[in-house]
T-cell receptor, first 115, second 109 residues
Framework: DAGVIQSPRHEVTEMGQEVTLRCKPISGHDYLFWYRQTMMRGLELLIY????????DSGMPEDRFSAKMPNASFSTLKIQPSEPRDSAVYFC?????????????FGSGTRLTVV | SQQGEEDPQALSIQEGENATMNCSYK?????LQWYRQNSGRGLVHLILIRSNEREKHSGRLRVTLDTSKKSSSLLITASRAADTASYFC?????????FGKGTMLLVSP
């Protein structure tokens, strides 16, 4: 398996534009997580899915953020409209279990810059 | 929150020396894990220790867990320049992992 694949690696967009981040988890992993990393707040869990179903989205900062997982091999995180404070690195991770009994596998991240 | 807090925030050592990082957390846990993040990359899982374990080894890594003190330590022995990275502890509660803010380790040749 090629690991967790995220795209794009870098995204620069103007304030007010829609941004869509994409993730392909590892085949066979039942859990998918979206994290956001900033210097100030560290790694924050935004939302996670179990068997394609959103379980906890309490970390999603605002209604401007939405996430979907239409099938076991694809998930998206959308920000609409984007704001400069959304600038961060967004990571997708997948795992066999929620508690990571075998660890989480992270993608390489998407560095988002909103100007 | 179960968020772990690593100490120190930054650590600078010479190649061949040992590096020790500590993690404290607040509530009971299922397991505790350590991850490494190289600059500009994703996190990589290093080692997991369960709540009923006290010590675990993996290569040059040694992890200890003291649930009575709610703390863990990660020891990297005989460090190498390639060990330069940020190291995060992550605590597993009921459902997911919560990460600390990490320790930045710099190993100089």
């Amino acid at each position: 398996d090629a690991g967790v694949i995220q795209s794009p690696r870098h995204e620069v967009t103007e304030m007010g534009q829609e941004v869509t981040l994409r993730c392909k988890p590892i085949s066979g992993h039942d859990y998918l997580f979206w994290y956001r990393q900033t210097m100030m707040r560290g790694l924050e869990l935004l939302i996670y899915f179990n068997n394609n179903v959103p379980i906890d989205d309490s970390g999603m900062p605002e209604d401007r953020f939405s996430a979907k997982m239409p099938n076991a091999s694809f998930s998206t995180l959308k920000i609409q409209p984007s704001e400069p404070r959304d600038s961060a690195v967004y990571f997708c991770a997948s795992s066999f279990t929620g508690t990571g009994d075998y660890g989480y596998t992270f993608g390489s991240g998407t560095r988002l810059t909103v100007v | 929150s179960q968020q772990g807090e690593e100490d120190p925030q930054a650590l600078s050592i010479q190649e061949g020396e040992n590096a020790t990082m500590n993690c404290s957390y607040k509530t009971s846990i299922n397991n505790l894990q350590w991850y490494r993040q190289n600059s500009g990359r994703g996190l990589v899982h290093l080692i997991l220790i369960r709540s009923n374990e006290r010590e675990k080894h993996s290569g040059r890594l040694r992890v200890t867990l003291d649930t009575s003190k709610k703390s863990s330590s990660l020891l990297i022995t005989a460090s190498r320049a390639a060990d330069t990275a940020s190291y995060f502890c992550a605590t597993a509660g009921y459902s997911t992992l919560t990460f600390g803010k990490g320790t930045m380790l710099l190993v100089s040749p």
